[in-house]
DNA sequence: TCTGGGGTCCTAGGACCC
DNA sequence: TCTGGGGTCCTAGGACCC
């Protein structure tokens, strides 16, 4: 199809924002928690992840301190002390973390029911039939912090925004304990200068591909034509161009709707590399095992098994296989990853760096249903 | 230089059906 | 001797996020 044939459709929800929403984000929160149990620990570059004895592994999160010297969450922990030498590593309380964001989200909650919890240390609140406009929003704000720093004495860094992802990139750019809100009108100054990578989903490889373009900012996207944007990179281009002119991306209906989880997986790495397939065997086991126990808890069936291999030169491989109905049995897990490892048999196990088991394809239990067939 | 673990979403090709 | 078109489901790989 040529370019004059497709047709790029600007709806009129997109040139209207009707909702204030609120993105919180805790400051580098892993380590915001070692450190204010541990205060010894505040002064110094500190990272959490990785083993620090065998140096392996990568940096989960790090303080302010650290990241002076350039290290970042998923740096392979070598790497970091190689940066910083005296590198302070904590391999990390995970159940601790959990507990601390719990008691936080709880905070969070008061502040308005429709609330979106988008991992350990970030939410979003819609505010719109909360306050009436901006500066009301940002007091409310303020209060937030405020009460978040009472009860656990952590720090946040919030924006203000009439759509999730504009609340979320206005937090990114005070960091840390920052506040920033950004009304409807001022949205296509407050982007122009801020870097592209700053939008969600443009990582690595997309900012590679739009610097051949001499895209480096969000203005520099904004200025060229969508036709061009669109026949360069696409639907997601396009949508990154309405995002930085001030468009609303953002399905306003459903913004907040939680969503069901998708898939349950466990991966795990091999690290001292002796494992005969006994071993791969056991971890495999182990894995379905706890899979299957979430499974159960949230009351779900699966249709989809994946299994995952990664040799040591870090050639990743992925198998899969549906089922014809949903299905809640292990053994049958075991079956179809046994037959998915035949084509690996051949393979020596000690290549083998990572083995990880996923299921998919979920359909909530019904019930009813349930209760039903006790019946019939 | 050496690359964790748990996720989501997207793309592209192929099978299959109507 | 030339083989549509749309929809859906499946698989494999990859980008990206926290």
């Given at each position: 199809m040529t370019l004059a044939n497709q047709v790029v459709y600007f709806s009129?929800?997109?040139?209207?924002f009707d909702s204030i929403i609120l993105y919180m984000d805790l400051d580098a929160f892993f380590a915001s928690v070692e450190i204010r149990e541990n205060p010894d620990l505040a002064d110094k570059p500190l990272v959490v992840g990785g083993n620090p004895k065998t140096k392996q592994g990568v940096v989960s999160t790090c303080n302010y301190k650290a990241r002076k010297y350039g290290i970042h969450s998923g740096m392979p922990i070598s790497q970091a002390l190689r940066l910083c030498p005296h590198l302070t590593m904590v391999r990390g309380s995970y159940k601790l973390y959990s507990d601390v964001s719990k008691s936080i989200m709880n905070i969070v909650k008061h502040y308005s029911p429709t609330m979106k919890v988008a991992g350990n240390d970030e939410a979003y609140l819609d505010l719109t039939e909360i306050v009436s406009d901006y500066e009301e929003a940002r007091r409310l704000a303020v209060e937030l912090k405020d009460d978040i720093f009472a009860t656990e004495h952590l720090t946040c860094s919030i924006g203000i925004a009439p759509t999730k992802i504009l609340a979320k990139i206005a937090s990114e750019t005070d960091k840390p304990d920052g506040l920033v809100v950004v009304k409807p009108l001022d949205i296509t100054e407050f982007m122009e200068p801020l870097k592209i990578t700053i939008i969600p989903g443009v990582g690595k490889k997309s900012a590679e591909s739009f610097s051949k373009k001499k895209i480096y900012t969000c203005g520099d996207l904004a200025k060229l034509p969508y036709q061009l944007v669109y026949q360069k990179f696409g639907k997601y281009g396009l949508k990154t161009w309405k995002l930085v002119n001030g468009f609303n991306t953002e399905n306003t209906e459903n913004k907040f709707v939680s969503n069901e989880r998708k898939s349950i997986s466990e991966e795990k790495t091999f690290f001292n590399r002796h494992q005969k397939w006994e071993d791969i065997w056991v971890q495999i086991d182990s894995s379905i095992d706890t899979i299957i126990a979430r499974m159960r808890v949230k009351n779900m069936s699966f249709k989809t098994i994946t299994l995952k291999i990664r040799f040591k030169n870090f050639e990743t491989y992925t198998r899969a296989h549906s089922l014809s109905s949903y299905n809640i049995s292990e053994k049958l897990v075991r079956t179809v990853v046994q037959k998915l490892l035949e084509e690996f048999e051949n393979k020596k196990p000690e290549d083998i760096r990572l083995v990880g088991i996923k299921i998919s394809n979920l359909r909530k239990i019904d019930n009813n249903q349930k209760t039903l067939t006790q019946f019939f």
């Open positions: 009129e929800k997109e040139q209207t």
